[in-house]
């Protein structure tokens, strides 16, 4: 589009998103469950206004930081996702609290936005595999991912603990289980491993909001009462305190060798490495 500023079009030289590891998936679930807790306190439970506002500047500084970048950066990629999980936890509350939707629906709907970004990513790149965003477009659908899965995440968190009646800490364990199918599913019984990282992907929104959820809320709905701005005070300080190691460690920046080669689905040095 002609209309983009110059820094979003920024052609990467090299992958713009961290190797999985153990700790990726653990930053990525103490991530979704800071947004969850800082969107609630902002937006829900402080004033509507100011979380609306911090949620723009959050979303276009982090974009605008990591796009502007041509190199996977540990502060820039994870301030994103911090980002996205706070405004996407705001997008899915309003349309259940503005437009009154059941959660029911607010999670199909954003299945099949996540499922229409998924083809339209993969007609256009024929991979889907995190070792190639390698490009300024490929990235472009790896966020465009991110947000649909933060939203789904929202969304299918709130169905379980409140429409199916599962409560905040039962809804965390049972996703918690659910997240071990597409681990099992690669190890065990061979899966795609493009296929199992993002179904894994997408369970990780639920599992953190909920925990969040279940810290912050009160008794009367199956909270612990913590508070929502200790809440996100305190996994937000998880995050920096994890970012900050990676950052440091550097463990986490994919080999070029890794890479996969932009027009085609073939990892330059051979197959994927499974993840650590």
Known sequence: MRLQPAWFKTEPLAAKVPEVTALFWVVKISTTAAGEAISDWIGLKHNIKWGFFLDVFMFFSALYLQFRSRRYGAWTYWYLALAIATAGTGVADTMHLVLNLPYGVTSLFWLIVLAGVFYLWNRSEHTLDIHSITTNRREKYYWAVVFATFCLGTAVGDFAATTLGLGYLASAAFFCGVILIPFAGWKVLNWNAVFSFWFAYVITRPIG?????????????????????????????????????????AYDIQQPELQTTPGTNEIAGGPVPEPS
């Open 209 to 249: 909001a909920s925990f969040a959820d279940y810290l912050s809320k009160a008794h009367n709905i199956s909270g612990a009462d913590f508070g929502d701005w200790q809440t996100a005070l305190l996994f937000t300080a998880i995050v920096v305190g994890l970012v900050a190691y990676t950052a440091r460690a």
